[in-house]
């Protein structure tokens, strides 16, 4: 453009890059359901009865390169995926505007990229995905929309005195730059003019073309493409607008024939892109919302990447569970780790007071083991095993004699021990309890009371039975006053 005052017009589109996982991938039956690596859901369809109506049929060729149709382009456009949700988008390719000059800084060559899409049809360019991109040194560009009298423009200005100010990845201006686009785009007019009267040699070309968001980065040897990239991806809006410009929204399309939203647990989105509206699956579900049962439940607990669960995961019908295991607690478990209901702390605690516990239990266990061994030692030493023989008399274990030794029951005392009166088995008796020690009692004790108990005198009170179970064997006699007990 150089000196004159040359200008350009061009039209361009755009699109999103939006993947679309398999799963939500549906046709009709007996459709295709992919051209290519891209697959293709319904409503966009390939064939005959396998496509919703103008602007979602989709051409494959012998070389598997899908081409949108009935968009009112005077081109078609080559498809590089299409998405039902949660952007219903369709991602394709797009010419670049390019003019470069000669030394003389007159035009030498250039192309331009003339869409221009139906104003009642289902697509409109994304303002939310898409950016225009100015490339050039002291290159205006200007963004044309809507119909004549009533456009809106947005410009662009890529400024550079000198080329070696340039900066590889960076778009603000010096040698490229970038601006949003308007909403509702359906056609657009880009015009790019000179900002000076100079060319500098290190910018040969003007470039214009609207693109991905993020898509594209800004190298300086971009400036000498010479029409080398001929197309850049950008994102087209769909959406059911059967009706034409007729603002149909949810509620009224809802009432009417050929309502898109076919499957069973499917939402209703009014367009935030111009008339018409799209179709979801409610949350929990996936899968395509346009076909009948095309909305299938999602198992959240086979996708932990995707669905957070710190505790025991349950699929159910549109959701999923997830509790902590028994013994620990969350305040939320779906977001927050599951924890012991009791701190640790606690758990120390609790865990010494066991130990404590369980170490007193084994030591009881074990004195009460050498107790009994040492109550049988002695039941053996003092002559138990030939006292069972004699019938008539009774062997008490210590704990029978044991409430009746005590002091307040002692009636008599002397050297050969105390004698305490008690009652046990429903009668009065004196128990004679040896001083401690006594070897002739040991050693002679169950000959004595073999002997005593077959002694029978009306002065002679009678032996009932001994206790084996004590260092010093004891005699239980039957009490009766001013008695003797030998």
């Known amino acids: 453009m150089g000196s004159s005052s040359m200008w350009m017009t061009l039209l361009l589109p755009a699109l999103l890059a939006v993947a679309m996982s398999a799963e939500a991938l549906t046709v009709r039956p007996g459709c295709v359901d992919r051209c290519g690596n891209v697959s293709i859901p319904y409503p966009f369809g390939i064939g005959k009865d396998c496509f919703r109506g103008d602007g979602f049929e989709i051409s494959c060729g012998k070389d598997s390169v899908p081409l949108l149709l009935g968009t009112g382009q005077n081109m078609d456009m080559r498809v590089l995926n299409l998405s039902l949700s949660p952007y219903p988008v369709a991602r394709v390719m797009l010419p670049v505007a390019w003019q470069c000059f000669n030394s003389a800084g007159n035009t030498s060559s250039s192309v331009e990229a003339v869409i221009n899409l139906k104003p009642d049809g289902v697509h409109r360019i994304s303002r939310d995905h898409n950016e225009l991109v100015v490339l050039g040194c002291n290159t205006l560009g200007l963004l044309a929309s809507g119909p004549p009298g009533n ?13 070696s100010n340039l900066e590889d990845g960076a778009c603000w201006g010096v040698g490229c730059c970038s601006v949003d686009l308007p909403m509702g785009l359906t056609n657009n007019m880009v015009v790019m003019g000179s900002a000076s009267e100079t060319k500098l040699d290190g910018c040969p070309c003007d470039y214009a073309f609207i693109v991905d968001k993020g898509y594209y980065k800004f190298h300086k040897a971009d400036l000498n493409m010479n029409g080398s990239q001929t197309s850049m991806p950008l994102s087209l809006d769909w959406a059911i607008r059967d009706n034409g410009s007729l603002p149909w929204t949810c509620a009224d399309a809802a ?3 050929g309502y898109a939203c076919k ?52 699929n159910i019908d549109g959701h999923y569970k997830c509790d902590c295991r028994t013994g620990y607690d969350s305040k939320d478990a779906y977001t927050q780790s599951c924890n012991p209901k009791f701190p640790l ?54 704990e029978d004699l044991t409430p009746i030794l005590k002091p307040s029951n002692i009636i008599g005392k002397g050297g050969f021990g105390e004698v305490y009166k008690g009652f046990i088995d429903g009668v009065w008796v004196a128990v004679k309890k040896p001083i401690s020690g006594n070897q002739m009692e ?45």
Do not use: W
């Open 442 to 486: 040991s050693n002679q004790f169950a000959n004595e009371v073999i002997i005593q108990s077959k002694v029978i005198h009306k002065n002679i009170v009678r032996l009932i039975g001994c206790c084996l179970e004590v260092d010093t064997p004891m005699l239980v006699y039957e009490f009766i006053s001013q008695g003797s007990m030998g």
């Open 151 to 163: 456009q809106l423009f947005t410009a662009c200005l890529a400024f550079a005195n000198d080329p």
């Open 345 to 398: 702390p606690a758990q120390i605690s609790i865990g010494v007071i066991g130990g404590i516990l369980l170490l007193a239990f084994l030591a009881f266990f074990i004195i009460i083991r050498k107790e009994r061994q040492m109550r049988h030692e002695l039941y053996r030493r003092n002559g138990g095993p030939i006292l069972e023989k004699a019938s008539i008399i009774k062997l008490f274990k210590k």
């Open 263 to 314: 499957s069973v647990h499917s939402d209703c989105v009014n367009s935030n892109n111009g008339p018409g509206y799209t179709c979801n699956c409610t949350k929990g579900y996936e899968g395509n919302a346009y076909v009948d049962n095309g909305c299938t439940d999602i198992d959240e607990c086979a996708r932990p990447e995707d669905y957070s669960c710190h505790g025991t995961c349950e």
């Open 255 to 257: 009432t009417r024939p």
